[in-house]
């Protein structure tokens, strides 16, 4: 059974950096079927795919455009994990975010973390 | 980017009765080279993470029960409870996973009348 436990500061401060972490059991960030993945949600935008990396060979990374200049996803296969930074956040990238397993096989995230409020406030 | 539109916006049926939700990519999401539809749909509970119910717009996911249903192509898909139960109130969204970035319709409530 695949589980996501997710960590990281609930409150960071306008202009600094939002970081979180993934670790994955029952699965390896380095499979060569899945693909892990970061999505937030909040009220006013709703569901927002953010990013990820994958492992085929060599590692590789999608990132949106809305937050590319901002964003680094990072593999740990020490530790079986990947993690989100952030930087410059702002007021409106609070939101509940999550870590997720995308099925390459089938599409469709599979597994998902528990998700972690992250407000942006002074 | 495909902007994915759901309706309704949210939804009352009574339990027993059939519950019917739209969801339209802006461009078809269906690759013709193995004929897949890219959309899933998933039912989110408060409190809780998103759960994938449906892949390839109409593939069951292990474990989820056979009153729920998909079927579509192209741009025009369908999620279909065939008789609401109490526990299948939620938000339910559908997901494109055909180009990126991938996008999600904006959720549409599901509520017992």
């Known amino acids: 059974q695949v589980q996501l436990q997710q960590s990281g500061p609930g409150l960071v401060k306008p202009s600094q950096t939002l970081s979180l972490t993934c670790a994955i059991s029952?699965?390896?960030?380095?499979?060569?079927?899945?693909?892990w993945v970061w999505v937030r949600q909040s009220p006013s935008r709703g569901l927002e795919w953010l990013g990820r990396?994958?492992?085929?060979?060599?590692?590789?990374?999608d990132y949106a455009d809305y937050v590319k200049s901002r964003i680094t996803i990072s593999p740990d296969t020490s530790k079986n994990q990947f993690s989100l930074r952030l930087n410059s956040v702002a007021p409106e990238d609070t939101a509940v975010y999550y870590c997720?397993?995308?099925?390459?096989?089938?599409?469709?995230?599979?597994?998902w973390g528990q998700g972690i409020l992250v407000t942006v406030s002074s | 980017d495909i902007v994915m539109t759901q309706s309704p916006d949210s939804l009352a049926v009574s339990l027993g009765e059939r519950a019917t939700i739209n969801c339209k990519p802006s461009q078809s999401v269906l690759q013709r080279s193995n004929n897949k539809n890219f959309l899933a749909w998933y039912q989110q509970k408060p409190g809780q993470p998103p759960k994938l119910l449906i892949y390839?717009?109409?593939t069951r996911e292990s474990g989820v029960p056979d009153r729920f249903s998909g079927s579509g192509s192209g741009t025009d898909f369908t999620l279909t409870i065939s008789s609401l139960q109490a526990e299948d109130v939620a938000v339910y969204y559908c997901h494109q996973y055909y180009s990126l970035p991938q996008t999600f319709g904006q959720g549409t409530k599901l509520e017992v009348k």
């Open positions: 390839w717009a109409s």
């Open positions: 029952g699965d390896s960030v380095s499979s060569n079927s899945a693909t």
């Open positions: 997720a397993r995308d099925r390459t096989s089938t599409g469709g995230f599979d597994y």
């Open positions: 990396t994958h492992y085929r060979s060599k590692w590789g990374y």
